[in-house]
């Protein structure tokens, strides 16, 4: 049986998702495959890792940091969001909070990690191969909100946030061989996304990246087919849908420390329900 496992991302709301992965630490759980979207890149490669509590410190922490997340980080460098400090500053092996790279490399499993060209609009799927010391590209690119900030280049192409094309990868996971995947969601299973603000955001991107800012349009169509399908693989015992009751009042970019914990809580209790599902 080969078992996936997608975590979704979602900003600051990924630290829900971090609660499930830490206890997957706790209990051995393992698995086959697993694909990232966003946050959610960062959030596997430090289970992959087998880095107990570090993306925590990220959200928690780091993550209240003027240079982590502000308006500042926009008027100098164009972007709310730093990537290189998170993804290099922070995490190089010389850094405050180093991703144990050699242990993601030995770790077995498939490792996913989903960015938007923002040229074509066709959903890249980087892999363990494209990740190297020191060499956390593929993150920022996954990572890349349109508007919050540019897109990030690699080898010259310009990437958005995965989430543009796959927001909710989990046909992918199951034509990558999966029998049974579990999906870390960060909403509600039974929110609806809607595109007004997406219709906001990709005006602003239109002229300069017609195709991204096409996707941006369709994202909410495709985040809710994708937690649809989900559903439907549930129905069948091939799929776990993991996702938190309510989001304890914290948005895509919030970071009030007490609700970030509580949802990371929520996390921690709702992962138990995944090692029944792989019996």
């Known amino acids: 049986m080969k ?47 087998g880095q107990r509590g570090r993306n925590f410190v990220f959200y928690t922490e780091y993550g209240t940091r003027k240079r982590y997340a ?20 922070l ?9 144990n790279y050699a242990a993601l ?33 593929v993150f920022k690119a996954s990572s890349s909100i349109p508007v919050v900030g540019p897109p990030y280049f690699i080898g010259g192409t310009p990437y958005f946030d995965g989430a543009l094309s796959d927001p909710v990868p989990v046909e992918k996971a199951f034509a990558c061989g999966c029998d049974r995947v579990v ?24 002229k300069k990246y017609p195709r991204a800012a096409e996707n941006l349009c369709e994202r909410a169509t495709r985040y809710n087919a994708g937690v649809a399908l989900a559903q439907d693989y549930a129905k069948q015992g091939k799929a776990l849908i993991v996702a938190p009751d309510d989001t304890c009042n914290v948005r895509t ?3 009030h420390p007490a609700d970030l914990k509580r949802l990371y809580q929520k996390g921690q209790t709702d992962a138990e329900k995944i090692r029944a599902f792989l019996g």
């Open 183 to 206: 999906v870390l969601l960060t909403k509600p299973e039974n929110v609806i996304r809607t595109s007004e603000q997406d219709e906001k955001l990709a005006a602003r991107i239109r």
């Open 3 to 49: 078992t996936g496992i997608i975590d979704v991302g979602g900003g600051f709301r990924g630290i829900y998702a971090c609660g499930v992965l830490d206890v997957c630490l706790d209990r051995g759980i393992c698995f086959d495959l697993a694909i990232g979207v966003s946050a959610g890149s960062a959030n596997l490669a430090s289970f992959l890792a």
């Open 91 to 99: 995490s190089n092996h010389d850094g405050e909070n180093p991703l």
């Open 105 to 137: 490399r030995d770790n077995p499993a498939e490792f996913l990690v989903v960015a938007t060209n923002a040229e074509t609009g066709e959903a890249m799927y980087f892999e363990k191969r494209d990740i190297g010391p020191d060499a956390y590209d």
């Open 253 to 255: 970019l919030s970071r």
């Open 70 to 89: 502000s308006v500042w980080n926009f008027l100098r460098k164009r972007s709310y969001v730093d990537l290189n400090y998170v993804y290099s500053t």
